[in-house]
């Protein structure tokens, strides 16, 4: 099976250039002079039209469990979304529960996704219980494909870890070439203000912010650079929100230290202000880090361009308004954190090309091609060349759409950019070479998705 993908205009992160791209089977064979004649089985018009490889999101989190419920999208529901929104790849977050095993972890979630996802996927390892059992297991682990390992430094008594349990884990990174990936808020300060908020009867959603303070981020920051530069680990911060953070990333690696860092649309586009709508509407926005007031946000778009900010992933992980958010009326620090957003990445990028804030070849960089090399999926993924697997999207920059949970395809019951008016738009989406999203709907299967073993990053700064 071969398809002819004819008239576009097709966008690496290396440049963009007017071409025909054939794609045989699975792999992208050729980039071809415009016209030039030669047979296929198919053809898609692309005229007009961007050609970009297929999104990548390195930070979802399909039926999570988390604060008593599970994140609403599953395997199946969250791939499905999406594809929808030209991501080709997703990387979940496998959980270790206290007291049990990563192999064990690992062996949970795939029997989670493994047949169920519409597009392919990989997995990152939370450490949650650092002893020296699941220490050695990183090293499996890695063999397993799987060599980026979350950790917590909020969250005390859940996932949450010790400075020293931090630094044990990135002498291992550094001995095994794993990267630790840092979710940085001082949750043991954070812990003592949603105490002391809730003991003084402040239990609204936006309390989830001011008991979450920029400086908490900046400071857990600086101190997982610290313990990074100690050991020697590379270090990924990931869904950064707050210029504080921001400036530590960027000492850092202004002195050369390989740190890097992702941010999320709902940083860069949503605030404080959407955390403190009235009727527990703000719940629909918590999620830690907290959504920050909007002075952050030209902070954020300049790291982007400077790449300090070298990913934008969205730390998909839903929660309905109606039956889970619920849970946390009456106290804010029980509304499940999190909220959607991996079918939008795409397109709430796009709009940071139309509003002059990041180049073309900046939005397929910080979507796609980083995420591929960072992840060890490059040159397979996030580069349309031949010999990549042909994961295509063709992309209608002209189009325009209104973002609503009414024609959304997450399975959650609402959308945190509901009457949003984005311009661009999604076209044809071809993953592994099958056509899975067109004009004519969704034409893929859960079956389709396959496991990505991933390489050890080879990235640096
Ligand atoms: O609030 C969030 N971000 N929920 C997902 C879990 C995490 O910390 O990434
Ligand atoms: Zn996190
Ligand atoms: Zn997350
Ligand atoms: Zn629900």
Redo the contacts with the bound molecule.
């Keep these: 099976m071969s398809t002819l993908i004819k008239g576009g205009t097709v966008v690496n992160a290396t440049g963009a250039v007017t071409a025909d791209v054939l794609v045989d089977g699975e792999k992208i064979a050729a980039l071809l002079a415009p016209g030039f004649p030669v047979a296929a089985d198919d053809t898609i018009d692309a005229t007009g039209k961007y050609v970009i490889p297929g999104g990548i999101d390195a930070h979802t989190h399909m039926e999570m469990p988390f604060g008593g419920t599970f994140s609403a999208d599953s395997f199946e529901t969250g791939t499905i979304a999406a594809a929808w929104g030209g991501t080709t790849t997703i990387i979940d977050f496998a959980v270790q529960a206290k007291g049990t095993s990563l192999l064990s972890t690992l062996d949970k979630w795939h029997g989670k996704a493994d047949g169920n996802c519409a597009v392919d996927y990989g997995f990152h390892m939370i450490v949650s219980d650092v002893n020296d059992t699941s220490l050695k297991e990183m090293e499996s682990c890695i063999g397993a494909g799987v060599n980026t390992f ?1 950790m ?1 430094m ?1 969250y005390p008594g859940v996932f949450y870890a010790t400075d020293g349990e931090i630094l044990r884990a990135m002498q291992k990174a550094r001995e095994t070439g794993a990267t630790i990936m840092m ?1 940085a808020e001082n949750g043991i300060a954070i812990d003592q203000l949603v105490a002391q908020a809730l003991a003084q009867g402040r239990t609204d959603p936006v309390e989830h912010g001011l008991t979450r303070p920029a400086e908490l981020e900046g400071e857990a920051t600086s101190r997982a650079i610290t313990l990074a530069k100690v050991t020697g680990s590379p270090l990924y911060i ?2 950064l929100s707050a210029a504080q953070a921001l400036d530590a990333v960027t000492k850092a690696r202004d002195t050369g230290q390989n740190v890097f860092a992702e941010t999320c649309p709902q940083y860069l586009y949503l605030s404080l202000e959407d955390l403190a709508k009235p009727d527990f509407e703000g719940s629909k926005y918590v999620a ?1 880090p907290p959504l920050r007031p909007k002075e952050h946000q030209s902070e954020l778009w300049r790291g982007l361009r400077t790449n300090d900010l070298s990913v934008v992933s969205t ?1 998909h992980c839903p929660f309905c308004f109606k039956d889970q958010k619920e849970l946390g009326r009456g106290d804010f620090s029980k509304i499940p954190n999190g909220m959607p957003g991996v079918e939008h990445r795409m397109d709430l990028l796009h709009q940071g090309v139309v509003a002059g804030e990041i180049g073309l070849e900046r939005w397929v960089e910080i979507c796609s091609t980083t995420p591929a090399r960072m992840f060890g999926l490059h040159p397979r993924k996030g580069v349309i060349a031949p010999g990549a697997d042909a994961d295509v999207v063709v992309y209608d920059p002209s189009a325009t759409q209104v973002i609503s949970a009414a024609t959304h395809h997450m399975n959650v019951d609402y959308s945190a950019y509901e009457g949003m008016e984005i311009t661009g738009k999604v076209d044809t989406v071809l993953s592994r070479g099958r056509v899975v999203v067109d004009s004519g709907g969704f034409h893929g299967s859960t079956g389709h998705g396959r496991f990505l073993s991933r390489e050890l990053n080879q990235y640096l700064v």
């Design positions: 979350k917590f909020a979710h990931v869904h830690s730390d």
